[in-house]
């Protein structure tokens, strides 16, 4: 079995401040973890993904997420938001055929 | 192709009518998924396709719901006797093989659906 909970819908920033989305897991099996981000209007875009390689992974954009088995969390990281960072973010884990998302956290950055 | 694509990307139907969305995988993903999204919800799985087969229908809501897949390739989804509830965007997505060894889900633009 497995699942993820995103911890807060909703996520206000100003311009320039550090993003903390935050993201836990659960899983029988050692997971694959993900972050995908989606903007209005369109689909799901990968923004990076943990496949055991290195805890810490960077991503495009600028995000990166640190996994932490002993938290069993894989909170995303921005040091610095974009206006045009903001979207719905969506954690996921796979460690059987089919991926778990978790029901999305809306960064909102204000000018 | 060179991503997921979705048709249509809007549709809106008449309640007690039949709609059929249709998904093209990337080129040679074998992994094909339906998830549904409604207003200010996650992303609800749906069901899943290994090649033509679909090992896991669970996510399907009723018996309303139905998909098939052709060729390896190109799936439909289609619901029939449509409900208000049934309004939702929902996504398409693929991968080289089944997502159980880390391969990433790449997803379609979605087909968002109103039914009235």
């Known amino acids: 079995a497995q699942s993820v909970t995103q911890l807060g819908s909703h996520v206000s920033v100003s311009e320039g401040a550090l993003v903390l989305l935050r993201c836990n897991y659960s899983?029988?099996?050692?997971?694959?973890l993900f972050w995908y981000v989606q903007y209005p209007n369109q689909g799901l875009q990968l923004l990076l993904k943990y496949t055991s390689a290195a805890t810490l992974v960077k991503g495009i954009n600028g995000f990166e997420a640190e996994f932490k088995k002993s938290e069993t969390s894989f909170h995303l990281t921005k040091p610095s938001a974009h206006m045009s960072d903001a979207a719905e973010y969506f954690c996921?884990?796979?460690?059987?055929?089919?991926?778990?998302f978790g029901r999305g956290t809306s960064l909102i950055v204000h000018p | 192709g060179a991503g997921v694509s979705q048709s249509p990307s809007n549709k809106v139907t008449e309640k007690g009518k039949d709609v059929e969305l249709r998904c093209d995988p990337i080129s040679g993903h074998t992994a094909l998924y339906w998830y549904r999204q409604s207003l200010g919800q996650g992303l609800e799985f749906l069901i899943y396709?290994?090649?033509?087969?679909?090992?896991?229908k669970s996510g399907l809501p009723s018996d309303r719901f139905s998909a098939e897949r052709t060729g390896g390739s190109v799936s439909t989804l289609t619901i029939q006797r449509t409900q208000q509830e049934d309004s939702a965007v929902y996504l398409c997505a693929s991968s080289l093989e089944s997502s159980e060894r880390g391969n990433t889900i790449y997803f379609g633009e979605g087909s968002w659906l109103t039914v009235v």
């Open positions: 996921a884990v796979s460690g059987s055929y089919i991926p778990t």
């Open positions: 899983s029988s099996v050692p997971p694959y």
């Open positions: 396709f290994q090649g033509n087969s679909a090992p896991d």
